[in-house]
Structures are given as C-alpha cells and as structure tokens.
C-alpha cells in the first residue's frame, strides 16, 4: 500500500499582516514570513497514517515550495510520514491550480505506482478546493472530495464517506482513488520529542524540474491560465458607539434605538 500526501506550506496565520503582493507577478510574496503546515493537509495526513495502520505499507509526503520550507516537511516526518519530496524549482513559482496539480501528477507518477492519493480540502492562503479534482483527472483515477470518513477494507472495495449539503453519501471506491478530507475526519496526533529525533533519520528528498516528466506548458506563472487580478482590503465602515448610563438605562437605549431602526 502506498499512500501520498499533498502538503502544502502555507505563511503563519500570525504573520499575515506581512503578506504584500507582488507588484509585477501578482503574486503572494512570503519572504521573511514562517511556513507551517496547512491545517487540513494535517488532517490529510493524519488518515494516511491510520490507513498505513490498518493495511500496511508506507506514507509519502509530497509538496510543491521554495526549499525553505524543509522544515514544514520536517514536521511531517515527526508526525509519522515514512519520507517526502520536494519538489523545489524556480519555474514552479507563480503556479496556479492546475500547474500545481500537473506539476504534482508527473511527480507522483515518477514516485511510480500508487493506492491513495489525499489532499487537505482546501489552503487557508488560496481557498479554491480545485487541486485535488485537478490531479485526480491528471491521474485518470477517481476523486471524491469534502470526506470525512475512510473505511479501508483489504480486498474489498472502501467506504468512503463524503459531506454533501444537507447530509452526506457513502461511496464504494476502489483504489487507485484521489481523496480530499474535511477537519471532521479526525484529530491529528501529537508530536512527540521522539518523534522529531526519529525524523531526522528520514529521507527528505529534493526535486527540481529535471526530475520530473514535465512535457505540457502548464508550469508556473507562464503556464498557469489564471492569475490573481488584485489583493484589496476592504474599507471598513462599521463603528461602535458607546452608550452611558448604567446597565439599566443602556438597555432601555439600546431597545429604544432597535425599535427606531424597525428591529422589533
């Protein structure tokens, strides 16, 4: 059974006062800013590491960045993961979706044979839920995205269970399979000390352009069909107001305020 994880490293929540964009490429610049796991590619990789439990095998880690985010795969291999790849090359930068996707297609195909492939649902610094549909049709596999429960059964087909408004729907997959997974899947383990001394002895793997089969444009900012138009900050217009008096008489205001404005 081999499983891969799509990790990306996204900036620090903490530090997203400091993201600008970049004037020339529109793109996000995240120099000087810390990287740290995407929140449900955690998740993502938590579920590879039960499925690796329950049928065996080994976990992959796979992401697309800049080498400084070697750490950020670090974390992964703490967390359990057997080894990763990254894939680092400056004609990467700029990619949108689907060259992000390509590019991760061709890198998994170079990994060779595959069961699962799993992705977090979205990025908390892009939001499209596109990648994991993307790379399923690159793979020519099925895809089922917002999943938030995996019953893997040796020698049968799995039991997938998917999120859809107003319920949810339980699907008979078999693998090879492209799976994108929800925060309610499940709670990602800690890390302990002896985790991360374990995942020093671990492969971490550097890729560039060369070591992949890139032959369609779909490569970087050239090559991606869509590109970010503008960064805005909304004008905030809203205001408080405090009201005097005591607590008594700030209630009779407020309701008589409500009442002018047609609330109640």
Known sequence: MRIIV????????????????DPQTRTLVRTGIPGT??????????????VRE?????????????????PVLKEALARGADRAVLLSDRVFAGSDTL?????L???????????????????????????SAQLAEFLGVPNLMHVSSVDARPDAPWLVRSQIEHGCMVVEVKPPMV???VKAINEPRYVTLMNILQAEGKELAIWSAQDVNLSEPWVGLAGSPTQMADLLTPERK???????????NQARALADRLHRLGFC
Not at 37 to 50: C, G, M, T, V
Not at 109 to 130: H, K, M, P, S, Y
Not at 238 to 248: F, H, I, N, Q
């Open 37 to 50: 796991i995407n929140p449900l590619d955690r998740n993502a990789l938590e579920e590879a590491l039960r």
């Open 179 to 181: 799976l994108s997974v």
């Open 105 to 131: 297609s061709e890198a998994i195909r170079t990994l060779g044979d595959f069961d699962l492939v799993l992705c977090g649902d979205e990025t908390i610094d892009g939001g499209t839920a596109q990648v």
């Open 6 to 21: 799509c990790l990306k490293p996204v900036p620090d929540p903490k530090h997203w006062n400091k993201l600008k964009l």
């Open 238 to 248: 809203g205001r408080a107001e405090m009201l005097p008096g005591s607590p008594a």
């Open 99 to 103: 060259a992000t996707a390509y590019v």
């Open 54 to 70: 329950a049928l065996g095998g080994e976990v992959i880690v796979l992401s697309m960045a800049p080498p400084d985010a070697q």
